[in-house]
C-alpha cells in the first residue's frame, strides 16, 4: 500500500557553470501520509526548495518522480497550494482580493458574494479581520502578509500544502504568534501539509514527523523522526514533556555533526533509500532494561 | 511670478509708432505697414479672449477657429497613437515574455528607433498618397517605440513569484497575462504611453506644418505667414496647455494603477 503522497527516486542535478553536473540529491525516496504534517529540515543549500518546488509541479526533477493520490504529479495544480517564503501576494490587490483570487481560480463556479464570504472566513481564521482586509499588501506588516498568504492557501482546500521556510523572514515573537494559528488552523482543517524550515523548535511543536535530510551536494533524506509528543500541542508546555529534549537533542546531533558525515553517500544502484525510521519515546515502558542507552529504537522500512 | 515676467514683457515692448508720425521715408518703404514684432501680453489675451469666445468658427479653409484646428491635431494624434497602441502593446508582451522573440526583433526595434519620425514622412505621402493618413502613420511610428519597449521591459521584469502564484493556481495563459503580467506590468507600460503621448504630440505640430490643410500645426504656420505673431504666440500657448492636459492624463492614470511592492 503506497502512501498518499509518494516520492519515489527523485533525483536532480544542475549544470555546474564549469561545464560538469552538480547532483543536489539522488535516488531519494519517501511518503506522506494523509492528514500527516510532515516537516523537512536540513542546512540551507541542501535541496529543501529543490524538492518543494517539484512537489508543486514548479519543477521537474532529472529522473524520479511524484506521485499523489495514486496521480504522478505533472506540472502545478490547485490541489498542490504553496505558500512561499516571500508570501508572493499580488501587491496591486487588497488582502482580501489576494484571498478570493485564489478561490474564485479553485470555485470558478461560486458566486461573487460566496468567495468574497468565503475568503473573509479564512481571513479572519488567521486572525485579519476589519478594515485590514481591504488593504493592500504593502500597507501590511510581515506577519500580517505571511497570514494573507497562509489564509490563501488554506481557503482553497489544497490535498496538499506545501510551506517554504513561512516564517524565515519573521521576528521570533511574531513567528510564533503565526505558529499558534497554523496549528489551530491545521487542527480544524486535517489539511496534509509538506514544510521546510531550519528551526528546529518549529518543527518539533508542528511536526508529526520530522525528515532530515544530510547537506549537500548530493544530499538525502536520511531520517524520519516521529514526534512522540500529543497533540494539542502548545510552545510553553512541550517542553516539559519527557520526549521534548531527548528528541530536540537528536536533532541538534543531526543537524550539528551527522549530517555532514552522512553527506555524498552514493546510492546503491538499484536499492530504493527510504530514510531509516526514528522513534524516541521515553515514556514508553522499556522492554529492554540492559539497554541504558536513551529509548533510540531505529526501525528501518 | 507670472504676473511680474508679464509686465516685463508688456514693457520690453516698444509702442509702435502712429502712422501720422512717420516720415516720408519709412512710408516708402512700407514700415507703415502694420509691424510684424513680438506681441505684447496685453495683445495676446485679447487674442485669446476672441478665439476662445468663438473657438468653432469656420470660414474656410484658411480661417477655423482655433478649437477647429486644435480638434483635428488632436484626432491625428489620437488615431495614431491607439493605432500604435494595439500593435505595440500585444507585440511588446510577445517580445518581453520570450527571449527568443526579443533576440530576434531587438535589432530591428534598434534600427527603427532612432530614425526622425518627420523622416518617414516623404515615404508614407509616396506610398499611402493621402496627406491626413500620412500624418496619423507619422504619430503612429513616432509613438510606436517607446510603448513597445516599455511593454516588453515591464513584461519580462514581472517577478517569477508572481507567475508561479498564477501557476499554482492553474490560470491559463490568457488569465495569467489579463490577471498577472498586465497589472505588474502596467507602470512600465503606462509610462510608455505618457513618453509616447508627449512624442506625438511634440511630432504632429511639425507634421502639419508639412502637410498642411488643417491642424495647430498647420494654423501656427499660416499665421506665420500672414506675419500675425500675436496669434502665433497664442497658439504656441494653446499647443503647451493640450500638450499638457494630455499629459496629466495620463499622469492621473499612472497614479492609479501603480502599487508599491
Ligand atoms: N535552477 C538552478 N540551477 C542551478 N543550481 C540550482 C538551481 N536551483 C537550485 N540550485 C542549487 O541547488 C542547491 C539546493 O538549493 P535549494 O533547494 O534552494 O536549497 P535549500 O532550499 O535547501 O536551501 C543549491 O546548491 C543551489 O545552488
Ligand atoms: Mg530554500
Redesign the pocket.
Known amino acids: 500500500m503506497k502512501p498518499y503522497l509518494s516520492i519515489e527516486n527523485l533525483t536532480q542535478r544542475f549544470p555546474d557553470g564549469a561545464g560538469g553536473e552538480l547532483t543536489v540529491f539522488e535516488d531519494a525516496s519517501f511518503g506522506v501520509e494523509k492528514g500527516e504534517f510532515v516537516v523537512i529540515l536540513g542546512h540551507?543549500g541542501c535541496g529543501?526548495?529543490t524538492i518543494m518546488n517539484i512537489l508543486a509541479g514548479l519543477a521537474e526533477p532529472t529522473s524520479g518522480g511524484v506521485i499523489m493520490d495514486g496521480v504522478e504529479v505533472k506540472g502545478p495544480s490547485l490541489d498542490r497550494g504553496v505558500v512561499f517564503?516571500n508570501y508572493s501576494l499580488l501587491p496591486w490587490l487588497t488582502t482580501l482580493k489576494n484571498v478570493t483570487f485564489g478561490v474564485a481560480a479553485r470555485y470558478p463556479d461560486w458566486s461573487k458574494a460566496k468567495v468574497e464570504e468565503h475568503a473573509t472566513k479564512f481571513l479572519a481564521m488567521v486572525g485579519l479581520e476589519g478594515d485590514v482586509i481591504y488593504r493592500k499588501p504593502s500597507q501590511l506588516s510581515g506577519g500580517m502578509r505571511q497570514r494573507v498568504s497562509i489564509a490563501r492557501a488554506f481557503a482553497n482546500h489544497p490535498k496538499l500544502l506545501l510551506l517554504?521556510?513561512p516564517f524565515g523572514a519573521l521576528d521570533a515573537l511574531t513567528r510564533g504568534t503565526i505558529q499558534d494559528e497554523l496549528l489551530k488552523i491545521w487542527g480544524q482543517m486535517e489539511q496534509t501539509v509538506f514544510m521546510?524550515t531550519h528551526d528546529i523548535d518549529e518543527a518539533i511543536l508542528l511536526a508529526d514527523r520530522i525528515l532530515l535530510m544530510t547537506n549537500g551536494p548530493q544530499a538525502c533524506v536520511a531520517e524520519s523522526v516521529e514526534i512522540t509528543i500529543p497533540r494539542p500541542r502548545n510552545r510553553t508546555e512541550i517542553v516539559e514533556h519527557p520526549n521534548y529534549y531527548a528528541i530536540r537533542n537528536h536533532l541538534v546531533q543531526f543537524l550539528g555533526k551527522r549530517s555532514k558525515e552522512l553527506s555524498g553517500r552514493t546510492a546503491v544502484a538499484g536499492e530504493i533509500n527510504r530514510p531509516e525510521t526514528v522513534r524516541i519515546d521515553k515514556t514508553e515502558p522499556q522492554d529492554d532494561p540492559e539497554d541504558t542507552r536513551p529509548a533510540l529504537v531505529a526501525v528501518s522500512n | 511670478m507670472l504676473l511680474v515676467g508679464l509686465l516685463v514683457w508688456e514693457a520690453a515692448i516698444p509702442a509702435q509708432k502712429a502712422v501720422e508720425e512717420l516720415t516720408e521715408y519709412e512710408r516708402l518703404t512700407g514700415a507703415g505697414a502694420a509691424k510684424a514684432g513680438v506681441p505684447p501680453p496685453s495683445q495676446v489675451i485679447a487674442k485669446a479672449w476672441e478665439q476662445l469666445s468663438n473657438p468653432f468658427y469656420d470660414a474656410g479653409p484658411n480661417d477655423k477657429g482655433i478649437g477647429i484646428q486644435i480638434g483635428y491635431s488632436i484626432y491625428r494624434v489620437l488615431t495614431g497613437y491607439f493605432l500604435a497602441a494595439l500593435v505595440a502593446i500585444p507585440f511588446g508582451f510577445l517580445i518581453g515574455m520570450s527571449q527568443v522573440a526579443y533576440k530576434a526583433f531587438n535589432p530591428f526595434i534598434q534600427v527603427l528607433r532612432p530614425i526622425s519620425p518627420l523622416a518617414w514622412m516623404p515615404l508614407a505621402l509616396f506610398v499611402i498618397g493621402d496627406s491626413e493618413a500620412s500624418a496619423i502613420f507619422v504619430i503612429f511610428i513616432c509613438s510606436i517605440w517607446p510603448m513597445l519597449i516599455n511593454t516588453a521591459f515591464g513584461v519580462a521584469g514581472v517577478r517569477e513569484d508572481w507567475i508561479n502564484v498564477a501557476r499554482t493556481h492553474e490560470l491559463g495563459p490568457v488569465k495569467t497575462a489579463f490577471t498577472v503580467i498586465l497589472p505588474a506590468a502596467a507602470p512600465t507600460i503606462v509610462t510608455g504611453m505618457r513618453i509616447s503621448i508627449g512624442i506625438a504630440w511634440l511630432v504632429i505640430v511639425a507634421a502639419e506644418m508639412l502637410v498642411g490643410g488643417t491642424g495647430i500645426g498647420y494654423y501656427v504656420w499660416n499665421e506665420w505667414n500672414n506675419l500675425d505673431l500675436t496669434s502665433v504666440v497664442f497658439s504656441i500657448l494653446m499647443i503647451g496647455v493640450v500638450g499638457m492636459t494630455l499629459d496629466a492624463m495620463f499622469g492621473f492614470l499612472q497614479r492609479r494603477i501603480s502599487y508599491v511592492e
Do not use: A, P, Y
Request: without cysteine; hydrophobic residues 15%; negative net charge.
Open positions: 540551507s529543501k526548495s517564503q517554504d521556510e521546510i
